[in-house]
């Protein structure tokens, strides 16, 4: 079966779309991506990667080049040539946290209204759980054709972590479900061409969908759990950066690292999927939204941070101006979606706060668009407060002398405090006493 299967539609060419689209591309397989952005399928139709991501220009480069990879705006022509079709459009939360499906929705009416017998569906979205059962299969069979008996239908989560996407795609293990056994083998088989990692079969749909919340579940949870332990420690003089080391030798002991929240496009968002579903259930998650709350509320801890210590030294944060350094969401990348950073700087700027922000990745008008301005590394340094958010390679080499107004609040621990200390700089911090 697996051999008839050789044209692939991708709908959604983003951050995770375009390397599959590209993958399979490089693997053979003739891939038309669909996206409703003309400018991402024009880049990618000149053979230009619209994410930046390493290995992506070469990549995309290669396989338009080779007619193995095209994109276009228009689902029809690209469905009806192909067999199988593959969704990886966003999945976010509304200002509710409840999943905005409308993109995955848009999406399977325009596969559904031209789905073929032996067509197979395969949603790699983060979604819900019951999502494929509930939403995506009844959309699918709108035109009369019936899962399982004329159309397969698999889901299978995305878990490339950015920066090292093309790696982790062909090396992670993969989680399939499909709604019978024909469509995850189906899966499984076509899933295999570019991953030489485990790919594993589950149960059914529903299992493979819950999968991947429960990874970034556990991730946010245990994360939550650091932040706790932090705030606690701040209050009973303890680093708890050090107390936390130290556990960590415990052999079956792994804190995660507190920090000033949780960005990024999945790990806060995922886990209220879970908390959606398990709500209507009435078997509500209270731990996993519990850890949600604590995560939200750590820009605001680190706000309350730098208003205190300024007042101790007599700057009330509205004469104050403040650097930040970072705010994308994580080391090294250039993505801010839902970083902490946002919430910290409208609330110190809500505070009467000048805020100004530097970040080697990030792009003026991302962090304009946050309310701060843009400064280059030197300028955020001479600030009254300078306030590390994201731990950057480079600012590993920072060194007091550099603090000009001598208060760094540092929320990663990538500096140590005793060195600045030593130089007379106020150095505090998410779990810094
Ligand atoms: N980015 C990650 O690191 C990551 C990791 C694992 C899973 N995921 C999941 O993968 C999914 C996609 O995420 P992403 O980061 O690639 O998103 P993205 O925002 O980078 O890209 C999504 C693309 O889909 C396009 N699009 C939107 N609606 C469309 C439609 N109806 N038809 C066709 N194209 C459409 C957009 O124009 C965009 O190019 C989400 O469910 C996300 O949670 C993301």
Redesign the pocket.
């Known amino acids: 079966m697996a051999e008839k299967i050789d044209k692939i539609t991708i709908?959604?060419?983003?951050?995770?779309?375009?390397p599959t689209a590209a993958l399979f591309a490089k693997n053979g397989f003739n891939v038309v991506g669909?996206?409703?952005?003309q400018k991402?399928v024009d880049k990618v139709n000149s053979g230009v990667s619209?994410?930046m991501e390493p290995g992506m220009d070469e990549l995309v480069k290669e396989v338009v080049s080779k007619g193995n990879l095209r994109a276009t705006t228009q689902?029809s022509e690209a469905s009806k040539n192909s067999n199988v079709l593959i969704v990886?459009?966003?999945?976010p939360v509304d200002e509710n946290k409840c999943s905005d499906l409308s993109?995955?929705i848009?999406?399977c009416h325009?596969i559904g209204n031209d789905l073929k017998k032996g067509d197979l569906v395969i949603i790699?979205?983060?979604?819900p759980p019951g999502t494929c059962e509930d939403v995506v299969i009844p959309i699918l069979e709108k035109n009369g054709l019936k899962s399982s008996i004329d159309f397969k239908v698999a889901y299978t989560?995305?878990?490339?972590?950015?920066n090292n996407?093309l790696f982790e795609m062909t090396h992670n293990a993969r989680v399939i479900g499909g709604i019978d056994s024909e469509s995850s083998k189906r899966a499984v088989l076509l899933y295999e061409k570019i991953t030489e990692g485990k790919v594993i079969a589950v149960k059914n749909l529903v299992t493979a969908e819950m999968v991947?919340l429960m990874e970034n579940t556990f991730r946010d949870t245990n994360i939550a759990l650091a932040n706790e332990l932090a705030m606690a420690c701040e209050s009973m003089g303890i680093d708890a950066i050090d107390a936390i080391t130290a556990a960590n030798y415990h052999p079956r002991v792994n804190i995660h690292t507190p920090g000033p929240g949780v960005g990024?496009?999945?790990l806060s968002?995922?886990p209220y999927f879970i908390v959606e579903i398990a709500d209507k259930k009435d078997n509500p998650a209270v731990l996993i939204k519990t850890a949600r709350d604590i995560n939200e509320h750590m820009p605001y801890h680190v706000a309350e941070i730098i208003k205190k210590t300024l007042a101790e030294f007599n700057k009330p944060l509205n004469k104050s101006t403040i650097g930040i350094l970072g705010v994308a969401y994580k080391a090294n990348v250039a993505?801010a979606r839902e970083t902490p950073a946002e919430p910290l700087i409208r609330a110190l700027c809500g505070g009467g706060g000048e805020v100004m922000a530097h970040d080697p990745h990030v792009s003026r008008e991302i962090i304009e668009n946050m309310g701060a301005s843009f400064v280059e590394f030197e300028k955020a340094l001479k600030c009254d407060c300078v306030v590390l958010i994201t731990d950057h390679e480079e600012y590993y080499n920072i060194t007091p002398e550099m603090i000009e107004n001598s208060i760094f609040i540092c929320n990663r621990p990538i500096l140590d405090p005793e060195e600045f200390r030593k130089q007379g700089v106020i150095f505090r911090g998410v779990g810094r006493l």
Do not use: Q, W, Y
């Not at 709908?11 to 375009?18: K, V």
């Not at 989560?157 to 950015?162: C, S, V």
């Open positions: 709908f959604g060419l983003g951050h995770i779309g375009l669909v996206d409703i952005n991402t619209s994410i689902s990886i459009v966003p999945t993109a995955v848009s999406a325009m790699e979205s983060t979604i989560p995305e878990r490339a972590l950015p996407t991947k990024g496009h999945c968002i995922d993505d």
